[in-house]
């Protein structure tokens, strides 16, 4: 087992520690310098029994998990199983790399909870890319929920927001009015920065797998927030209190999409480094989750119960 120290475009100050799981020594060699130019700490296990050892034993020792999915003793599917039935590993993102890129296959390991894919030959660039988009999903739900003041006298109010800031504050504060906090901030957090991003920026699904390759999405909201056109444009979060739950909508100043495709993890979109957010908030998140007219608007609703 190697330990290998990298540098690269993460946002955060902290080594994010990566587990590197394959059976191939060569293919850990090709993660392992592929990644040495970040930051970040990885560690390699050669079979899912190994990478179980290593989880079980530090359960909040590892930021995320690059796994292969065939490999003896215990393959990538079955420790993706266990993992995902643990809930000491709820919001550790498992990237699953695989040469089999057959859509049947690809749908299991989503439906499992494997929401990010590589195949089998990559780019470093594309490895970096997918590697840093759901760290940042990590970082955003453990530090929201960790930094939630208590919102639960909350009945109804509405909030402005326009930078990403503002975005992953709020959604911090009202997910804490919510029975289940940690799975209700992931799914505020992505439909909000969307209507930052997507909405009001008009940055393209296109432009973003681009800028997320370049490492520049971030500079890119930045730069765009800055300029007279979009300066002006706010979003809003609707909060609702019932006896049946609670409602937010969500509305920003764009023209809309076409929300309809991004409702259901597609496989076809596995291999990217983002648009599965939605569909992990509909999956995860909210009991009910619903686009309005042109798409600029969406309601989402937590039942008073937890969600299963």
Not at 38 to 48: E, F, L, M, S
Not at 139 to 156: E, K, M, Q, T, Y
Not at 285 to 304: D, H, I, M, P, Q
Request: aromatic share 6%; net charge negative.
């Amino acid at each position: 087992m190697n330990t290998v120290m990298t540098r690269g475009c993460a946002q955060s100050a902290d080594r994010a520690r990566l587990l590197l799981v394959d059976d191939e020594p060569f293919n850990l060699e090709i993660l392992a310098e592929h990644l040495d130019d970040a930051r970040y700490d990885t560690v390699q296990a050669c079979n899912g029994a190994e990478a179980w050892q290593l989880l079980d034993a530090d359960p909040a020792g590892f930021d995320l998990v690059l796994l292969d999915r065939m490999m003896p003793i215990m393959n990538g599917m079955e420790l993706l199983t266990k993992v995902r039935a643990d809930a000491r590993f709820a919001a550790l993102p498992i990237v699953m790399q695989t040469a089999a890129a057959a859509k049947e296959q690809v749908a299991e390991g989503l439906r499992q909870g494997a929401h990010y894919y590589l195949t089998k030959p990559f780019e470093r660039e594309v490895l970096l890319a997918i590697v840093e988009a759901a760290l940042e999903q990590r970082r955003n739900r453990i530090a929201l929920v960790d930094d939630r003041p208590d919102p639960r006298s909350l009945v109804a109010a509405e909030f402005e927001f326009r930078t990403l800031a503002e975005a992953r504050r709020l959604a911090g504060f009202l997910a804490g009015a919510c029975p289940e906090p940690g799975q209700v901030v992931l799914g505020l957090t992505e439909l909000m920065i969307n209507a930052i991003e997507h909405g009001n920026l008009g940055i393209t699904y296109r432009e973003k797998s681009d800028l997320n390759e370049r490492c520049a999405w971030r500079d890119e909201v930045e730069r765009r927030l800055a300029l007279p056109e979009y300066a002006g444009r706010r979003a809003l979060v609707k909060v609702a209190r019932t006896d049946s739950g609670i409602s937010f909508i969500i509305e920003d100043e764009g023209a809309g999409f076409n929300w309809q495709r991004y409702m259901e993890m597609d496989p076809e979109r596995a291999f990217d480094s983002h648009g599965r957010g939605i569909a992990m908030s509909r999956m995860v998140s909210f009991s009910v989750l619903e686009y309005l007219g042109r798409g600029n608007v969406v309601r989402a609703t937590v039942a008073s119960r937890p969600i299963p």
